[in-house]
């Protein structure tokens, strides 16, 4: 059973970079899971971030791809988010959650609230 | 790019009634990986159906999925107080994997 633990700050300025981390507990950290970020501003719907598979690859929201990186550090099994360039509108939980290929998001870390503001 | 659009924004219900959940993708991808997940406050998502109609672990049957081509439907039997939540269909073959905008219900 994965278990997923956002980090990171609360606060950023807007035009900094939101970075955040997922921290993997009590599972295979395997070549088998899509690691993926996924955020909900208060009262609105989820949003797919995009997503790093082990070997690195990754994937984005082609809304966001232009000011967002993810990657991965299979020894200390986390990956990671870099939103760019962030405005109020970024404001928002950020949750990390994971899945495997033909699978849905099975688990889900307990999200994070990211506010941007000055 | 798929959308999902989902309907109604809002269901307000009694206990012991029945919801439907609609969850309209366009275009039509013509496969089965639609997923959906149950939201309550203050919480993470959880998983209740995925491949269009078959429940997660520990879901009870009075949770349904169906559909198929552009149009799926998430149905609740027998509504308890509990069953009070945000419902998200999402689609996840392809990357990028959307969501719809969500449904929420209320008992």
């Known amino acids: 059973q994965v278990q997923l633990q956002e980090s990171g700050p609360g606060l950023v300025k807007p035009s900094q970079t939101l970075s955040l981390t997922c921290t993997v507990s009590?599972?295979?950290?395997?070549?088998?899971?899509?690691w993926t970020w996924v955020r909900q501003p208060a009262g609105r719907p989820l949003e797919w971030i995009g997503r790093?598979?082990?070997?690195?690859?990754?994937r984005f929201n082609p809304s966001l791809s232009s000011r967002v990186s993810m990657s991965i550090d299979t020894s200390k099994k986390q990956f990671s988010l870099n939103l760019n360039s962030v405005t109020a509108a970024d404001t928002a939980i950020y949750y990390c959650?994971?899945?495997?290929?033909?699978?849905?998001?099975?688990?889900w870390g307990q999200g994070i609230q990211v506010t941007v503001s000055s | 790019e798929i959308m999902l659009t989902q309907s109604p924004g809002t269901l307000s219900l009694s206990p012991g009634d029945r919801a439907t959940l609609s969850c309209r993708a366009t275009?039509?991808?013509?496969?089965?990986?639609i997923a959906w997940y149950q939201q309550k406050p203050g919480q993470s998502p959880r998983v209740l159906i995925y491949?269009?109609?078959t429940r997660a672990t520990g879901i009870p049957d009075r949770f349904r999925g169906s559909g198929s081509g552009t149009e799926f439907t998430l149905t609740i039997t027998r509504l308890e107080p509990e069953d009070s939540a945000v419902y998200h269909c999402?689609?996840?073959?392809?990357?990028?994997?959307?969501f719809g905008g969500g449904t929420k219900v209320e008992i």
């Open positions: 959650a994971a899945r495997v290929g033909g699978r849905p998001l099975d688990y």
């Open positions: 009590r599972g295979a950290f395997s070549d088998n899971y899509y």
């Open positions: 790093v598979f082990t070997s690195g690859d990754t």
């Open positions: 275009p039509n991808f013509g496969g089965d990986y």
């Open positions: 491949g269009v109609s």
């Open positions: 999402q689609h996840y073959d392809q990357s990028p994997l959307p």
